[in-house]
């Protein structure tokens, strides 16, 4: 990274930062000269992650508001103010078909990945973005363009999410930016029982041949909330390696096969 992109001296909160894509984001503001907090359920994680990145971190459940208030009022303690919010934390639970889905697991997904990171903006804004304005990057998914087999609560989750950002955008303009950032599949924990049992079969399906990496999508995050980006608001970027536009090339898309055969 390099100055251009403006981060030198902004503080920014990443939610899921120990991991995957969050830690890749929070890796690469830390490199662009953002003081960086981050959060996660793992309390050894967040302090590991948190010295490796000269930063702070605070470990706890998204789905706490009262996590969501101490992570702002560290942030603002330490580093004095919040320019950037991240809202990477997310589940991909309850999976399998709708009719199957238990009503209290289905609340639970909205509240991590829809509930949280409405929160945490308001915590933000208060605190910190209404006077002095700031930038906003919701991770949802390609996913949320159409539908697949047993991620239903996880792509309906994240379709809301996607509108939560662009209800944001116009709300929060002109002191607010808020973009999202929309990954295909990425070499992550969470989404290692689609991608690991073939790789190859996966990669061959996508028109730019193969899966994703955590920092596709981290550079994709760090140019949204950087000054480079200055002139966008309710976007939503695909890091998809082609998924979208897989209907042209020849094969079949075997990761529903994955989503179909896992349990």
């Known amino acids: 990274m390099t100055s251009s992109y403006g981060l030198k001296g902004r503080a920014a909160v990443v939610t899921g930062g120990t991991?995957?894509?969050g830690r890749a984001v929070a890796g690469q503001l830390a490199a662009a000269g953002a003081l960086v907090c981050v959060t996660a359920r793992d309390p050894d994680?967040?302090?590991?992650?948190?010295?490796?990145?000269?930063?702070?971190?605070?470990?706890g459940s998204v789905a706490d508001p009262a996590h969501l208030?101490?992570?702002?009022?560290?942030?603002?303690?330490?580093?004095?103010?919040?320019?950037?919010?991240?809202?990477?934390?997310?589940?991909?639970?309850?999976?399998?078909?709708l009719m199957d889905v238990d009503p209290d697991a289905w609340r639970k997904a909205f509240t991590v990945n829809v509930e949280a990171p409405l929160r945490l903006v308001q915590c933000a804004w208060r605190a910190w973005m209404r006077e002095h304005g700031g930038s906003v990057v919701n991770i949802c998914t390609e996913g949320?363009?159409?539908?697949?087999?047993?991620?239903?609560?996880?792509?309906?989750?994240?379709?809301?999410?996607?509108?939560?950002?662009?209800?944001?955008?116009?709300?929060?303009?002109?002191?607010?930016?808020?973009?999202?950032?929309?990954?295909?599949?990425?070499?992550?924990?969470?989404?290692?029982?689609?991608?690991?049992?073939?790789?190859?079969?996966?990669?061959?399906?996508?028109?730019?041949?193969?899966?994703g990496e955590p920092e596709d999508v981290a550079r994709a995050v760090v140019w949204l909330v950087s000054d480079a980006a200055e002139w966008i608001t309710g976007a939503d970027l695909l890091v998809d390696g082609g998924t979208r536009v897989r209907a042209a090339c020849p094969g079949g898309y075997a990761v529903h096969d994955r989503l179909r055969s896992a349990r």
């Open 19 to 21: 991991r995957g894509i």
């Open 45 to 59: 994680e967040v302090r590991d992650t948190a010295a490796e990145l000269g930063g702070i971190g605070v470990a």
């Open 69 to 97: 208030r101490e992570v702002t009022e560290r942030a603002l303690a330490e580093f004095g103010r919040l320019d950037i919010v991240v809202n990477n934390a997310a589940t991909n639970q309850p999976y399998g078909p």
């Open 144 to 211: 949320a363009g159409h539908v697949g087999p047993h991620v239903g609560a996880y792509g309906t989750s994240k379709t809301a999410l996607l509108r939560l950002t662009q209800q944001l955008a116009g709300e929060l303009a002109p002191r607010v930016r808020v973009n999202s950032v929309s990954p295909g599949l990425v070499r992550t924990e969470m989404a290692r029982f689609v991608w690991e049992p073939g790789e190859s079969e996966v990669a061959a399906g996508l028109p730019l041949g193969r899966i």
